[in-house]
């Protein structure tokens, strides 16, 4: 990795090479700067205060060797990314102001791939990590992930019934508690059917209606009109002497048959004055029709005006106009229908939940199993790993419970508490020596133990569902003495098969270090190039023996590092 104005490092580069590096120096000194890169590295949160005083970004670049064909590859791929000789580029950078930019193999991506990336790149844990073990759901968890799929498979089929049961039963409580409001609405929407349908309008009714009652209220003005326009159409009975339009066309028309036949035009005049003759017949006749059928009854007008109110009544309630309370009383049926399949509904709902609440009990039941099988395993396994770091009498073991609950689901014949993992309260428990009673972690266990037992089931891990790189945060914190002097040998043991990069303290940790590289400040209190650099020889015993003694030329702190390392070759 290269690191530019992260903290106080202004710019490094940190090489780590396979096997066990160890990563020491003073405190202060930009140590953990190494755990804070690898994390942006694999998208982390990225923070303005890391960014070095002065400087308007940090910048971290990183060159992992992949395998084609791993899952990571071809998901970098999917991203855009391109391999550089084997290897994939990956750079982070955090502006002054906080924005971040995220690039892998030569492409700008979303720092969320990189997260995707992380877990199978590199396990870090830290001193928080060890305080999240003491968390329940944690050791949950961490018991799952040893499972496997024996806890994988019937956890997903759980997952999905739970799902489905919560969303059964929010409907189902939405309908129950809502059931007066639903009642009333229903009580409201039968009212209203049951006016209309007491009106029984048609589409269009009321404009029909309109235009009757228009021409009733006018009927002899009308009537009056009709008979005027009939008699200077076609004459008027009692004034034979009188002067119609038919008779003088009538009289045009014979005026030009006389001479047509001399020209043509003219022949034409006479034909279209024929048909204006015809066409003033028509609408005489019309009229006189008219003003014979026009309806001047008075109990008519009065029975038009009647429905007219009584459809006015609904446009007032139910729409602007019939068209519109025939659509309302057409969808409040159908609302009204589903209203009243409420009960139905309910007992569907309810069918289905009781159901769903079966499956997830056996469910559960299989979880359940499932991990209690897997408990002994694992417990078993970080208990013989606990034998390797100095805790031999040491016995860690898993209580799995459930809490009754009424409302619960049934598992093993009883009524329990349930989540969306399980109905499992799964509880890590350590009883340091013989004769003590298990205890949880949180309360049974030092500083060290516990350092011990997140070293030992991160091992275990290692075994089951292996990572290429394991990095360590003083992990070894509160340990000392023999203890750290196995902590060392563990890890060398697990960087046979894994690359292990250790933040470290203790030189008993530290000596079994394929590579050690040394973190220093220089004068101005920075971190530049030449302050991260590996130790060999004669450099790596003077660091060994300030980290025992604070005394670099102590000759019985010099002796004990050259001890430390002879041991380490040894145990090789």
Do not use: C
Request: net charge negative; glycine share 10%.
């Amino acid at each position: 990795m290269r690191i530019r104005s992260l903290g106080v490092i202004d710019d490094a580069v940190v090489e780590l090479s396979p096997g066990f590096t160890a990563v020491t120096g003073e405190t202060g000194a930009g140590k953990t700067m190494v755990v804070t890169s690898l994390g942006l590295l694999l998208g982390g949160r990225a923070d303005a205060a890391l960014v070095r005083i002065g400087a308007e970004k940090a910048v971290v670049e990183g060159r992992i060797t992949v395998s084609a064909g791993d899952s990571v590859v071809v998901r970098a791929e999917e991203a855009g990314a391109e391999l550089d000789d084997g290897a994939l580029l990956i750079s982070r950078t955090v502006s002054a102001e906080g924005r971040s930019r995220a690039h892998l193999g030569g492409r700008s991506v979303p720092v969320g791939v990189l997260a995707e990336l992380a877990d199978e790149l590199v396990a870090v844990h830290g001193q928080t990590d060890q305080q999240g073990l003491l968390k329940l759901n944690r050791q949950r968890q961490a018991l799952d992930r040893y499972a496997g799929d024996a806890v994988a498979v019937p956890l997903a089929k759980y997952t999905e019934a739970y799902r489905r049961l919560r969303a059964v039963s929010v409907e189902l409580d939405e309908i129950v508690t809502r059931a007066r409001e639903r009642a009333q609405e229903a009580d409201l929407l039968r009212f209203g059917l049951d006016e209309i349908a007491g009106v029984e309008p048609r589409a269009g009714e009321d404009v029909e209606l309109a235009e009757e009652a228009e021409r009733l209220g006018h009927a002899e003005a009308l009537s009056s009109a009709a008979t005027a326009a009939h008699a200077a159409l076609a004459g008027n009975p009692e004034d034979p002497e009188g002067i119609d339009a038919a008779t003088l066309v009538a009289g045009a028309q014979r005026a030009l048959e006389a001479v047509r036949s001399h020209d043509p035009a003219l022949a034409a005049l006479a034909d279209r004055i024929g048909e204006i003759g015809i066409l003033l017949g028509d609408v005489a006749g019309e009229l006189a029709g008219y003003a014979d059928d026009l309806d001047a009854d008075p109990l008519r007008l009065s029975a038009v005006e009647e429905r007219r109110a009584a459809l006015t009544a609904l446009t007032r309630k139910y729409g602007d106009d019939v068209a519109a309370v025939l659509t309302w009383a057409e969808q409040s049926a159908a609302r009204l229908t589903e209203l009243d399949g409420d009960d139905e509904r309910i007992e569907e709902l309810t069918a289905e939940r009781d159901a769903l609440r079966a499956e997830l009990g056996g469910l559960a039941q299989a979880l359940t199993d499932a991990r209690t099988e897997a408990a002994e395993r694992f417990a078993a396994a970080v208990t013989a790993e606990l034998a390797s770091l100095a805790m031999p009498h040491a016995r860690v073991s898993f209580a799995i419970r459930q809490t009754e609950d009424p409302d619960g689901v049934e598992v093993g014949g009883r009524a329990v508490a349930y989540g969306p993992a399980g109905a499992d309260e799964v509880e890590l428990l350590l009883a340091p020596h013989p004769g003590a009673p298990p205890r949880p972690i949180a309360k049974g266990a030092s500083g060290g133990e516990l350092s011990r037992v997140m070293l030992a089931v991160e091992v275990v891990f290692a075994g089951t569902d292996p990572v290429p790189t394991y990095l360590f945060d003083e992990v070894d914190a509160g340990v000392g003495g023999k203890a750290a002097v196995e902590i060392g040998r563990r890890l060398a043991r697990l960087a046979k098969t894994a690359q292990v990069v250790v933040v470290t303290h203790l030189p008993q940790v530290a000596a079994f270090a394929d590579r050690q590289l040394l973190v220093e400040k220089t004068n101005d209190g920075s971190v530049t190039r030449s302050g991260v650099k590996v130790l060999e020889g004669e450099e790596r015993v003077r660091e060994l023996s300030r980290m025992l003694a604070g005394q670099e030329d102590s000759e019985t702190a010099r002796a004990h590092a050259e001890e430390l390392l002879a041991t380490a070759r040894a145990d090789a």
